[in-house]
Structures are given as C-alpha cells and as structure tokens.
C-alpha cells in the first residue's frame, strides 16, 4: 500500500513521466477539412468514380470557433480517414494516402465484386483446395467443409465475420473465374471507383511471395462508401453472429464478428484484419444524428486500441458534423 504522506513532487513527477510515456507517435490536432466526393474518390488528380455521381456537393464545415475547432481523438495508427459518407466530406485524415498493406480489409473489395455478378440464392461449392489454402496459408477461417453447397449470402457471412480465406478463396475461385482472373477483376474494380493507390495480389489479403499488395485509408474509405450501399452487404457487416442451419446441401455453422465495435451505438461494420507486415486495421462506420459516416484506421499496434479510437472518431465526428 502507497504511502500517502509521500511528497506531492514525487506524485506530481510520476504522473508526468507516465504522461509522456503515453504519448501517442502520430496525433492530429488540426481541424477536419471539407471535401468533395470527387476529392476523396480521387488521389493525384484521379478522376471521380461514376458510381459516386450521385453524392450530394461537399457542404463546407463550420470554420474555426465554432463546434469544428474542438480537437479530434488521438489516433495511434499509421494513417486514418473518417468520411461524411453522402457529401464525401473528409472530417479527419491522418497520412490518408500513404499505401501500406491493408490484411484482411482486402475481402471488402472480395464481397462488393461477387455482388456484381452473383445472386445472393446461388450455390458455391466448397472444395479441399480452399480449405487447404486458408489452413496452409495461416489464415483465419470459417472452417467450411469441402463437398458442402452454400448460398452466397451465407459465404458472405463466411467471409466477413471470420474473416474466412477459405470462403474468400471458394468466392474467388469460382466468380473468376479462377482466383487470378478474379484478382484481375479486384483491381479492374479499384480503377474503375478511383482508388488509385490499390493493388492487390489476392482475395483475401494473406501475405505472398514478394508482395502483399498496398491500398490507402483514403481509397478503402471510398470502397467503404460503395459497399455499404449494397443493402445485403451492409447487413452482413453489421451482423455480430451468424447461424445458417444444415440443409440439403451443407452443414450447419455458426460464425462470429471479429469487429468489436458492433453493439455500440449506430454501428453499421464494416471489417477487421491483421497480419504483422500490416498491423492491426479496421474499416468501420456508424450512424451519427442521422448521418452515415466511415472511417479506416491503418497500421495500429493494438488490437483493442483501435475499436476504441474507431468509436471515439464516430462520437466526435458526429458533433462536428454539419
């Protein structure tokens, strides 16, 4: 038990070096800065998906002294965005265009393609090869069964929740078809909504052979946008836990988020991952008086830490909002 007829200096001097010991390595202080959709579909002059034709002209934010002035959360990651999703105004950003490699965010862009081409009722069929990829490549898992028949919709919450390779890999494999034409299509896609600072190598978002491809903040913000526009995808990634009952053809499973931000209020996903080259990420978005913002954290060192950096960014973005 401490003394407490110890010196006030020596408390006053512990408290000061546990203070800057928490210090974080990159903190923003500057106020959010307005943006058009065009702006932030576009990095380097790119030009403006025409799938965000539709958002609504940037409205200014509100100019220093008023609500706006008020300091943004400390982000302890390596870069960060968090988006007015309907004006594409940028509230916060912090090394938004850095490129850095981006884990399991990747299935975003996996699930937003196979929704081009795929009803949420057709059947794709597990087989070892998938189950071999996630295991023999360290991924996390859904545990799908090789020789089952699932329904998209469900190999979505395969995807999404677990964070499946396997399921990403059996989505991949056949709405290439074949991985490497779908990865083709993946990148396709990335050009076609702006994001010009994305290249990925898989489905999935596992490390490769000489590349673990690249995205930044900004450019998985934008794709955050387009994909919570799909009402199916925005309900899976909004699903804490899962249960598809045993059918026909598959098995019963049931299938946990990993995202620990769902259950706060108004959050609406969208997707976690991890690997060492990229740290801990977390695309996220939540419903804010009425308003739909979103956000990615990149290249964070603790797990949880970003959860709460994520719901403290929705909590301020939503007060100095328009």
């Keep these: 038990m401490h003394d407490r007829k110890a010196p006030l200096l020596l408390c006053a001097g512990a408290l ?6 928490a210090a974080p390595a990159h903190a923003r202080t500057a106020a959010p800065q307005p943006a058009s959709a065009a702006t932030l579909a576009a990095t380097s002059g790119a030009t403006a998906p025409s799938t965000a034709s539709s958002a609504a002209p940037a409205t200014a934010l509100p100019v220093a002294g008023s609500r706006a002035a008020a300091e943004p959360p400390t982000v302890y990651g390596k870069a960060a965005i968090l ?3 309907e004006t594409g105004a940028v509230r916060f950003g912090e090394a938004e265009n850095r490129r850095m490699p981006i884990a399991s965010l990747t299935k975003t862009m996996t699930a937003y393609l196979v929704l081009k081409s795929a009803r949420p009722g ?3 069929e597990v087989r070892p090869e998938d189950a071999r990829y996630a295991r023999e ?5 859904a545990y799908l ?3 089952d028949r699932l329904p998209v919709k469900d190999m979505l919450y395969a995807l999404m929740l677990p964070s499946g390779a396997d399921a990403a890999h059996a989505l991949a494999r056949t709405y290439g078809p074949g991985v490497a034409g779908f990865v083709a299509k993946m990148n396709a896609t990335a050009k076609q909504l702006g994001m010009n600072d994305t290249f990925y190598v ?3 978002g596992l490390p490769m052979p000489g590349s673990d491809g690249y995205s930044t903040a900004r450019d998985q913000a934008v794709l955050g946008v387009q994909a919570l526009r799909d009402p199916l995808l925005r309900q899976v990634t909004s699903t804490r836990r899962y249960t598809t ?3 026909g053809t598959h098995r019963s499973y049931t299938w946990s988020n990993t995202n620990r931000l769902l259950g706060s209020p108004g959050a609406v996903g969208l997707k976690t991952g991890f690997t060492r080259a990229a740290g801990f990420s977390l695309a996220f978005a939540g419903e804010r008086d009425g308003r739909l913002l979103v956000g990615v954290l990149l290249g964070e060192s603790v797990s949880s830490r970003r959860f709460d950096t994520a719901r403290a960014l929705l909590d301020w973005g939503g007060r100095v909002g328009v």
């Design 137 to 141: 490549g360290g991924g996390t898992t």
């Design 16 to 21: 000061a070096l546990l203070t800057g010991f």
């Design 202 to 204: 898989n489905a999935d």
């Design 83 to 85: 988006v007015d999703a």
């Design 122 to 124: 057709d059947l794709v």
């Design 145 to 147: 069964r090789p020789g």
């Design 245 to 247: 009952a045993r059918t």
